[in-house]
């Protein structure tokens, strides 16, 4: 089959003013005759100059090897993409978590600790894993004013290696209105199915599957500085049946990251 293709993409018709063709594969003029290699009869034959419609012939024989110069350069483009991408995947850590490339190294950020906190007596109740139940809304909260990881530049690219494969978005963080801390979202828990809710305020993303577990997700808009979260959770399941998981982290200006 490749050698037929090969021979294919050696071909091309040899136009005649009567409105016929030859397909050949290459052809001179001799004088005032046109001497061609028959791709049908595998031979060397003639033919008078003045049938032969070269201006057309040349014209059509440029045009397809521009075409074919153009595809060979897509796929050559495709073939870099895709190594690009495979030696990005192979130096992704094999461990769940959250990653991205700095200075060509790849970086972790951390998971956070996030505990619920109730909407009524403002306390704390548990750390996040499991999520405990909690009839009503509370506010999902990750300790401290700021992220421990900084991120420059305001479209980061980032490499998320999931676990368990649920739902997962990532989240602007926004600080509390009273006290210290920051609020990732709301959780709503129905009282008598214990079923779980979740509000937050999202930001949009692309997210490109690499592997069964593996996404590279960046968002589609350019990130103002302000504290963010890659959120993984179930939604509509019992509230005691699953972990609510958070990677947060903070974009700055290039000269501020540390």
Known sequence: MLSAACLWAQQFRLYLKEGGWHMVREYQVVEDRV???STERSDWEEIPLDLVDLKRTEAER??????????????????????????????IPV??????FEGGEVKEIRRATLKSVASRKRTALKILVPVPVVPGK?????????????LAGDRPELYFRADWTQRFVLARVKPKQKGEGRVVGILQAEPVTKMSFFEFDTVDIFRQQ????????????????????????????AVDAGEILVWDFRIVPAASAR
């Open 35 to 37: 001497r061609y290699y």
């Open 62 to 91: 440029k045009a397809r090897e521009e075409e074919e110069k153009k595809q060979a350069e897509i796929a050559d483009a495709e073939e870099a993409f895709e190594r690009g991408i495979a030696r990005q995947i192979a130096r």
């Open 95 to 100: 461990d769940p978590g959250l990653y991205y």
């Open 138 to 150: 509370a506010s999902l909260e990750l300790p401290g004013q700021h992220a421990a990881a900084a």
């Open 210 to 237: 690499l592997q069964d577990n593996l996404f590279k997700i960046w968002p589609t808009k350019p990130l103002p500085p302000g504290e963010y979260a890659l959120v993984q959770y179930s939604e509509g399941e």
